[in-house]
T-cell receptor, first 113, second 113 residues
Framework: DTTVKQNPRYKLARVGKPVNLICSQTMNHDTMYWYQKKPNQAPKLLLFYYDKILNREADTFEKFQSSRPNNSFCSLYIGSAGLEYSAMYLC????????????FGPGTRLTVL | GEQVEQRPPHLSVREGDSAVIICTYTDPNSYYFFWYKQEPGAGLQLLMKVFSSTEINEGQGFTVLLNKKDKQLSLNLTAAHPGDSAVYFCAVRIMDSNYQLIWGSGTKLIIKP
């Protein structure tokens, strides 16, 4: 089973309010990723966990938080949503780093009003 | 750093015809290549992972060609059918300490009856 699950599939949030997105995988993958994807753009890596180590991209460092309480779950947290956060958020996992393929979840479509 | 150019951004072909999507990369140290397919409302589905040592890779209804001399990766659909309608992304990984995938900007493929 190569399924990555994401909840919720759709999220509506108000400007200035927090948002918490959830991802899970049961493949015992070492690495879990969060991407932001906007229409007609490539996925943009926000952060990833390799085991318990969180790596955040420099340009999104202060905007997104994450936690990984165990190997299967990973969350993405936005403390104060802005209009520019409206996007599809994709979670992925891979069995390690390097050249390992990433398996994606169906995404959470976040709309900030 | 590595840059990946994907073209065309939009492609429309008739059912049964062939379709070709090309990604051109810049870093000669690129060593893993991926094609992903995103159907409407869904996450990214891994179509194929290509190692730098393999130039021709066969899938179900498609072929992936890697031309290292010209630094090009192509996805060739041999006889398109309606289920091929989707957005396709290439992604490239290079040999450095950063484990990111460098993504193409995507190609929206429409199959007309």
């Amino acid at each position: 089973d190569t399924t990555v699950k994401q909840n919720p599939r759709y999220k509506l949030a108000r400007v200035g309010k927090p948002v918490n997105l959830i991802c899970s995988q049961t493949m015992n993958h070492d690495t879990m990723y969060w991407y932001q994807k906007k229409p007609n753009q490539a996925p943009k890596l926000l952060l990833f966990y390799y085991d318990k180590i969180l790596n955040r991209e420099a340009d999104t460092f202060e905007k997104f938080q994450s936690s990984r309480p165990n190997n299967s779950f990973c969350s993405l947290y936005i403390g104060s949503a802005g209009l520019e956060y409206s996007a599809m958020y994709l979670c992925a996992s891979s069995p390690g780093l390097g050249g390992r393929e990433q398996y994606f979840g169906p995404g959470t479509r976040l709309t900030v009003l | 750093g590595e840059q990946v150019e994907q073209r065309p951004p939009h492609l429309s072909v008739r059912e049964g015809d062939s379709a070709v999507i090309i990604c051109t990369y810049t870093d000669p140290n690129s060593y893993y290549f991926f094609w992903y397919k995103q159907e409407p409302g869904a996450g990214l589905q891994l179509l194929m992972k290509v190692f730098s040592s393999t130039e021709i890779n066969e899938g179900q209804g498609f072929t992936v060609l890697l031309n290292k001399k010209d630094k090009q990766l192509s996805l060739n659909l041999t006889a398109a059918h309606p289920g091929d309608s989707a957005v396709y992304f290439c992604a490239v990984r290079i040999m450095d300490s950063n484990y990111q995938l460098i993504w193409g900007s995507g190609t929206k493929l429409i199959i007309k009856p």
